[in-house]
């Protein structure tokens, strides 16, 4: 079973919104509570970007690019991160990765979940 399972990403028009959902199913409460959950971006021959991030201590930060358009949050209870993308623009179109640092354990990464935006 993987460490994180994302899902909801697709085609949309350009002004268009999806929402994005990471799960960590092998994660306890406690665990998934004490770490810091980000979402990345990556496009063919292009390093991966941070898109949003949201610590254990619900601290957030946003790449410019996306700050007033996209919206990170988090459900310990359900151990769910979302991605909440409005204002779609092409230039969006990317394959997203969930990214959680999981303490004295390390980095893990989701299977990506592609989203293309179309003019």
């Known amino acids: 079973q993987e460490q994180l399972v994302e899902s909801g990403g697709g085609l949309v028009q350009a002004g268009g919104s999806l929402r994005l959902s990471c799960k960590a199913p092998?994660?306890?409460?406690?665990?998934?509570?004490?770490?810091?959950m980000a979402w990345y971006r990556q496009t063919p021959g292009k390093e991966r970007e941070l898109v949003a991030s949201i610590s254990s201590t619900r601290n957030i930060d946003y790449a410019d690019s996306v700050k007033g358009r996209f919206t990170i949050s988090r459900d310990n209870s359900r151990k769910m991160v979302y991605l909440q993308m409005n204002s779609l623009k092409p230039e969006d179109t990317a394959v997203y990765f969930c990214y959680q640092n999981r303490p004295n354990s390390g980095i893990y990464w989701g299977q990506g979940t592609q989203v293309t935006v179309s003019s």
């Open positions: 092998r994660n306890i409460f406690s665990v998934f509570s004490a770490s810091d």
